[in-house]
Structures are given as structure tokens and as C-alpha cells.
């Protein structure tokens, strides 16, 4: 399979130079060349598959035969080996839960998934190859341990001192072996400056890869969700509206990637916090990049969403036909605090604001009598403990994820300015 910039001014290249590169020379972020539908009988049988064998043919397409069959099996069998399970909370909304990982986010099955194909098209070479990440939180730790003993894989991650919450530091600082920590004096914008600085670096950006999710191989395997969501609640005989608490896009567009695989879906929502870039463009038209504003839902504190140019190449660039399949809607801190606590005197369900986030999408959207709504709940709660606990009249308990990395000692290099950076990439 080959992909292509969508700059355009790069060459055409395979999985393995996307997964391997990250970003295209031309800055562009790479897109498939084809994207063929699965066939309708996969589709109307999906729920005669297992969650393993629906993901092999969602993703085989996407690799080509630059990864062998089995090899691409064992990789998934690693990938998807907990559970996605939806919670009924009202008559029709569900929560997805995709926190049932390593991390507890749903990054999780994204970054396993590229940390196992890095090692594969890296073995054999001499030259370790580096994923070089900036987090705000979430990232850091899902890539720690999706990375973590990948042969031939250094990892460096870069976190704003300070700025991230105390199970979030622990979960990317006390892993060691081939993952190094960096606690960067400033906030995040400085650490994603940072990044960029190095991916422009000729020295050492022929070594160098990011695992956001512009890299392919974090970007594609969250397609998977959308179809098992859909085996599930297939039987329901109604029309499914996704809401997608979203940041930079990348889980979304995803789930438009499997409608365009076929998979029955009626509507999408993108549900931001006050970083409202996109459902600003869906008012308008322009698309005007902002600087990132705190919030609660900080994973989602992003103002220039990197994967919003693969969902406009979706759809064709077309204002309309985005408008018609696609609504993104924007709300405050304070209305999500509300919102957490009307679902949990509702219905005794505990929403982290993210996933409180995904609710108020779809109520605003407005489901109709046929249609079944579902938001995504991409974090646990136990990950932004101090604001679920300031909200809700609740104790969160520590899962055994968390428990196993908390009491460990954390061991970061404080760093300050990219020349510090560089020491550790220059090998
Ligand atoms: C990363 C993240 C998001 C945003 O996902 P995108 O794919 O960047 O839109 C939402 N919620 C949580 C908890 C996250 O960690």
C-alpha cells in the first residue's frame, strides 16, 4: 500500500517509510492511496467474527504485504488484548469504554500497535531508531508502555514539569530499559517546539519518528473500536451516531476511515472543549487555528488539530458534504462539570470530563427516534482524579494499572532548551 503527502510535494512511499518517517519531507502528513470497502457479507456477518479477526481485515489493506500474515496477526493478537465494553446509560447512549488497556487511555491500542510495527521493520538494522513524543499527559505514558523492550526502539518523551497530573508523571517516568523521560521547564508548547526543532535537525532526523497520531500506524488501529461497537449493537436494528471527544482529530477520523470501509454509520460528532477551531469552521467556513486554551478535558487542549487535513481529504474537500455527515460542537469547563454530574445522578455512571464532553455532543445533536447514540469514553476516571473527585460525591479506586506504577520512583533528566534535547539523540 503507498501513501502519499498531503502537501503533495513529497514522492509517494510505502507503510513501512510512513511508519518509520512519521511525516513526510515536505512536512505533509501521510494519507493511503486507496481505501477499498470491506465486503458487505464481513459486514452483515461481522458478529460471527472476533474482535481479532475483524481488526486483520479492517487494518490488512492498510500494510499491504510489507508485514507477513502471521507476523500482522500476532500483532493484533498483542494489540487488542483487553476488553472495549459499552455501558448502557441511557434508553439510547452507550459509553464505549476504551480504557481498559495497559494506560487506561484509549492511546493504548494505537501505540502498541506502531511500536510493534517499528520493531518489525527496524530489525536487522544497525541504527536504533528514535520516537521522539511530546505529551500533555495522555501520550506519554500510553507510548512508554506500548514502546517499552521494543528491540532496536529508543523512546524519548518530553512532558512539561509540573503541568501533568501525578499518576500521568508516574506512568511515563519509572518504566526505564529503552524509555528515557525528559521534564522540560516550561509548558507544553515549549516541549512541542522542541520536537519540531529536532524533526528539523538534518543531523539526526534520519533516525528520528513521531508516535502522534499523524504516524499511520498510531492513526489507523482506531478504526478497530467503530467495528466492534458496531457487532455489538448491530442487533439493536438502529442508526448509529458516534460522538468523538476530540483534541487532534486523529480517533475521529478513524471512525470516518471504517464508515468509508463501509461500516454503517449515520452521523459523527466531534466534541471539543473551548478549543473550538473546528466547530468554528463548521460555522463558518474558515478554518482559523488558535493558540491552545487549559481547560479540564486537557487532553483535548489542542487549537491547530493536526489530523483535521486528513478528514477534509475524506471528504473530498467539500464544505457541504462534510456538513452533512459531520457536526462538531463546543462546550465550557463549567457545563461539563454539570454534565458529570447529571449523568451520575442520572443513571450512578462515572464520566471523566472527557467522556462527559462526548455526552453533551450528542445531546446537543439531537438524536432522532431511530438512532442510537454512543460516546466515547476515552480515559478513566481515575486519570483526572482530582476533577472527578471535586465533582462527584465519589471515592475513584485505584485500579491495579495505576497501582503497579505508583509506588515506583520517578526518574526524569530536567532539560531546558534544545540543546539539552539534542545530547540525548545524537548517538
Ligand atoms: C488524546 C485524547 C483525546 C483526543 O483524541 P484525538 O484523537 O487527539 O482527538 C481525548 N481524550 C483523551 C482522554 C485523550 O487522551
Same mark, same amino acid.
Given at each position: 500500500?503507498?501513501?502519499?503527502?498531503?502537501?503533495?510535494?513529497?514522492?509517494?512511499?510505502?507503510?513501512?517509510?510512513?511508519?518509520?518517517?512519521?511525516?513526510?519531507?515536505?512536512?505533509?502528513?501521510?494519507?493511503?492511496?486507496?481505501?477499498?470497502?470491506?465486503?458487505?457479507?464481513?459486514?452483515?456477518?461481522?458478529?460471527?467474527?472476533?474482535?481479532?479477526?475483524?481488526?486483520?481485515?479492517?487494518?490488512?489493506?492498510?500494510?499491504?504485504?510489507?508485514?507477513?500474515?502471521?507476523?500482522?496477526?500476532?500483532?493484533?493478537?498483542?494489540?487488542?488484548?483487553?476488553?472495549?465494553?459499552?455501558?448502557?446509560?441511557?434508553?439510547?447512549?452507550? $459509553?464505549?469504554?476504551?480504557?481498559?488497556?495497559?494506560?487506561?487511555?484509549?492511546?493504548?491500542?494505537?501505540?502498541?500497535?506502531?511500536?510493534?510495527?517499528?520493531?518489525?521493520?527496524?530489525?536487522?538494522?544497525?541504527?536504533?531508531?528514535?520516537?521522539?513524543?511530546?505529551?500533555?499527559?495522555?501520550?506519554?505514558?500510553?507510548?512508554?508502555?506500548?514502546?517499552?523492550?521494543?528491540?532496536?526502539?529508543?523512546?524519548?518523551?518530553?512532558?512539561?514539569?509540573?503541568?501533568?497530573?501525578?499518576?500521568?508523571?508516574?506512568?511515563?517516568?519509572?518504566?526505564?530499559?529503552?524509555?528515557?523521560?525528559?521534564?522540560?521547564?516550561?509548558?507544553?508548547?515549549?516541549?512541542?517546539?522542541?520536537?519540531?526543532?529536532?524533526?528539523?535537525?538534518?543531523?539526526?532526523?534520519?533516525?528520528?519518528? $513521531?508516535?502522534?497520531?499523524?504516524?499511520?500506524?498510531?492513526?489507523?488501529?482506531?478504526?478497530?473500536?467503530?467495528?466492534?461497537?458496531?457487532?455489538?449493537?448491530?442487533?439493536?436494528?438502529?442508526?448509529?451516531?458516534?460522538?468523538?471527544?476530540?483534541?487532534?482529530?486523529?480517533?475521529?477520523?478513524?471512525?470516518?476511515?471504517?464508515?468509508?470501509?463501509?461500516?454503517?454509520?449515520?452521523?459523527?460528532?466531534?466534541?471539543?472543549?473551548?478549543?473550538?477551531?473546528?466547530?468554528?469552521?463548521?460555522?463558518?467556513?474558515?478554518?482559523?487555528?488558535?493558540? $491552545?486554551?487549559?481547560?479540564?478535558?486537557?487532553?483535548?487542549?489542542?487549537?491547530?488539530? $493536526?489530523?483535521?487535513?486528513?478528514?477534509?481529504?475524506?471528504?473530498?474537500?467539500?464544505?457541504?458534504?462534510?456538513?452533512?455527515?459531520?457536526?462538531?460542537?463546543?462546550?465550557?469547563?463549567?457545563?461539563?462539570?454539570?454534565?458529570?454530574?447529571?449523568?451520575?445522578?442520572?443513571?450512578?455512571?462515572?464520566?471523566?470530563?472527557?467522556?462527559?464532553?462526548?455526552?453533551?455532543?450528542?445531546?446537543?445533536?439531537?438524536?432522532?427516534?431511530?438512532?442510537?447514540?454512543?460516546?466515547?469514553?476515552?480515559?478513566?476516571?481515575?486519570?483526572?482524579?482530582?476533577?472527578?473527585?471535586?465533582?462527584?460525591?465519589?471515592?475513584?479506586?485505584?485500579?491495579?494499572?495505576?497501582?503497579?506504577?505508583?509506588?515506583?520512583?520517578?526518574?526524569?533528566?530536567?532539560?531546558?532548551?534544545?540543546?539539552?534535547?539534542?545530547?540525548?539523540?545524537?548517538?
Amino acid at each position: 500500500m503507498n501513501y502519499y503527502s498531503l502537501h503533495h510535494k513529497s514522492p509517494k512511499t510505502t507503510f513501512k517509510n510512513a511508519v518509520v518517517q512519521g511525516l513526510a519531507k515536505d512536512r505533509g502528513i501521510y494519507f493511503p492511496e486507496t481505501i477499498t470497502p470491506l465486503s458487505k457479507d464481513f459486514i452483515e456477518n461481522i458478529e460471527k467474527y472476533s474482535n481479532q479477526e475483524i481488526a486483520f481485515e479492517v487494518i490488512k489493506q492498510f500494510v499491504g504485504d510489507e508485514i507477513p500474515t502471521q507476523k500482522l496477526k500476532e500483532i493484533i493478537e498483542e494489540t487488542v488484548s483487553f476488553d472495549f465494553p459499552l455501558v448502557n446509560i441511557d434508553d439510547n447512549i452507550a $459509553s464505549l469504554e476504551l480504557f481498559h488497556g495497559p494506560t487506561m487511555a484509549f492511546k493504548d491500542v494505537g501505540a502498541k500497535f506502531m511500536a510493534q510495527c517499528l520493531e518489525y521493520f527496524n530489525q536487522g538494522n544497525k541504527k536504533e531508531v528514535t520516537v521522539l513524543v511530546a505529551t500533555s499527559g495522555d501520550t506519554g505514558g500510553a507510548v512508554a508502555n506500548g514502546f517499552l523492550g521494543a528491540k532496536g526502539v529508543n523512546v524519548v518523551i518530553l512532558y512539561p514539569s509540573g503541568k501533568v497530573s501525578d499518576i500521568q508523571e508516574k506512568q511515563l517516568t519509572t518504566l526505564g530499559q529503552n524509555i528515557t523521560a525528559l521534564e522540560v521547564d516550561g509548558v507544553f508548547d515549549d516541549c512541542q517546539e522542541m520536537v519540531k526543532t529536532a524533526f528539523l535537525d538534518e543531523e539526526i532526523t534520519k533516525t528520528l519518528t $513521531s508516535a502522534n497520531s499523524i504516524n499511520v500506524a498510531r492513526w489507523l488501529p482506531q478504526m478497530f473500536y467503530f467495528f466492534f461497537t458496531y457487532k455489538e449493537l448491530k442487533k439493536l436494528n438502529k442508526e448509529l451516531v458516534f460522538s468523538v471527544p476530540s483534541g487532534n482529530f486523529g480517533n475521529i477520523c478513524a471512525g470516518i476511515m471504517a464508515q468509508k470501509l463501509g461500516l454503517p454509520i449515520k452521523h459523527f460528532v466531534a466534541s471539543t472543549n473551548v478549543n473550538d477551531t473546528v466547530p468554528n469552521y463548521l460555522q463558518s467556513g474558515a478554518y482559523t487555528p488558535k493558540k $491552545s486554551k487549559a481547560t479540564i478535558s486537557n487532553a483535548m487542549d489542542v487549537g491547530n488539530p $493536526s489530523n483535521f487535513i486528513r478528514i477534509l481529504e475524506l471528504y473530498n474537500n467539500d464544505f457541504e458534504t462534510i456538513k452533512k455527515h459531520f457536526s462538531s460542537y463546543s462546550f465550557t469547563d463549567d457545563e461539563t462539570r454539570e454534565k458529570m454530574k447529571a449523568i451520575y445522578k442520572d443513571s450512578g455512571y462515572v464520566a471523566d470530563p472527557h467522556g462527559a464532553v462526548g455526552y453533551l455532543g450528542l445531546e446537543k445533536y439531537g438524536l432522532k427516534e431511530n438512532e442510537f447514540g454512543v460516546f466515547l469514553e476515552t480515559a478513566h476516571p481515575v486519570k483526572f482524579l482530582d476533577i472527578v473527585e471535586s465533582t462527584l460525591p465519589v471515592k475513584v479506586e485505584i485500579p491495579v494499572q495505576i497501582k503497579k506504577v505508583i509506588d515506583k520512583e520517578k526518574v526524569a533528566t530536567k532539560i531546558s532548551c534544545y540543546d539539552d534535547l539534542r545530547k540525548f539523540l545524537v548517538i
